[in-house]
């Protein structure tokens, strides 16, 4: 059945494609018409066009170059605070100098990012943004590798946002925050309060930002020859329920230790419902600290201490950056700072 375009189903560029049997940056290339496209490829998206009656939208049109120039921005889940904070900064700087933000969410779907990422290409974003860690391998390097060159060839600029650098030479603009120092100086704060025992809630062992802040964590024992129990590092994700988890089997398992650090706030806030499901009070009975200073850690009873992460000023300075950088221009990599914010959470062992 035909869907009509001012219907709640309306048709998007998807469904042309799965119509077609092409994919959604091949719709692009053929509504776009300046790409090379074979006759019956042009022929089934037109046909599919018509069937489905779609109609693109002005965000579409602009993207095409028929109005405001844009830039992409991809990660993983949006629904992530941090995520969120990011974007914001992202989008009122691509506001600020007159260009449309396209936000697409992967979920850690890889074909799903290329895919976007070739649509941007074809229609010559000003930059995509790709944001936040991942497994860093060499398959995924030389993956994004091509990414970067594929848009430089377009026009465009890659900006690797909290993702690990290419190497030199690559058409890429790298902006990131100190990870690993952050959790150092974290956790030198811990231990300079007389723990010694710190349990460690990460995430998944191959995330590149998981093993930035677990990397800081075991630093900053080593720099007070103070050598960690490897039984006190947990895995699991960045979720409020993975905090929950791996906080209730350490306490079941009956890990000794008087302070935690979680990876995230959000993996702090499930880990601190475990302790009060417990009997537990924090900082009294167990300390407690996070990372990222999103809005929550400071709502939280008590307070949250927590490692502060300029998220939306990164957004900013990925924009800023990538806007001012010719797309085949070298490598550059600029470094925001990071610093410990201190509330109430983590206390002196008595």
Do not use: W
Not at 17 to 38: H, K
Not at 39 to 55: E, F, I, Q
Not at 171 to 187: F, K, M, Q, R, S
């Amino acid at each position: 059945m035909t869907r009509k375009s001012g219907d709640a189903g309306r048709s998007t560029i998807r469904d042309v494609a799965t119509r077609a049997g092409v994919s959604a940056s091949t719709v692009s290339r053929v509504l776009g018409g300046e790409y090379p496209v074979s006759s019956s490829t042009r022929t089934r998206v037109l046909r599919a066009v018509r069937d489905l009656d779609y109609v693109a939208d002005a965000r579409a049109r602009a993207v095409a170059g028929a109005g405001t120039p844009s830039l992409a921005f991809v990660l993983e889940d949006i629904t992530g605070p941090t995520s969120a904070h990011m974007a914001h900064g992202v989008e009122r700087e691509a506001a600020r100098h007159g260009h449309l933000c396209l936000v697409c969410s992967t979920e850690g779907d890889v074909r799903h990012e290329l895919d976007f990422v070739e649509m941007m290409r074809a229609q010559r974003a000003a930059a995509v943004i790709l944001v936040g860690g991942g497994a860093d391998s060499p398959a995924h390097r030389e993956r994004t590798r091509r990414m970067a060159d594929s848009l430089a060839s377009a026009g465009s600029r890659l900006v690797l946002c909290g993702r690990p650098p290419l190497g030199a030479g690559a058409p890429v603009t790298v902006v990131e925050y100190d990870n690993e120092g952050g959790a150092h100086a974290l956790v030198a704060h811990v231990l300079a309060q007389g723990h010694r025992r710190i349990l460690f809630l990460g995430g998944k062992p191959d995330h590149t930002t998981a093993l930035g802040r677990e990397r800081g964590y075991l630093a900053a024992h080593r720099a007070r020859a103070v050598e960690p129990d490897p039984a006190l590092l947990l895995h699991g994700d960045f979720t409020r329920d993975s905090g929950h988890r791996l906080m209730r089997r350490a306490l079941a398992d009956g890990l000794e230790f008087t302070a935690v650090v979680a990876a995230t706030d959000t993996v702090a806030a499930g880990a601190l419902t475990a302790l009060h499901e417990a009997g537990l009070d924090v900082p009294r009975d167990v300390s407690l600290a996070g990372y990222d200073d999103i809005p929550f850690a400071r709502d939280l009873h008590p307070a949250l201490t927590t490692v502060r992460v300029p998220y939306e000023e990164l957004g900013r300075l990925a924009v800023r950056t990538a806007l001012g950088r010719t797309p085949d221009a070298p490598d550059e990599h600029l470094l925001l700072g990071t610093h410990v914010v201190v509330r109430d959470s983590v206390a002196a062992v008595g």
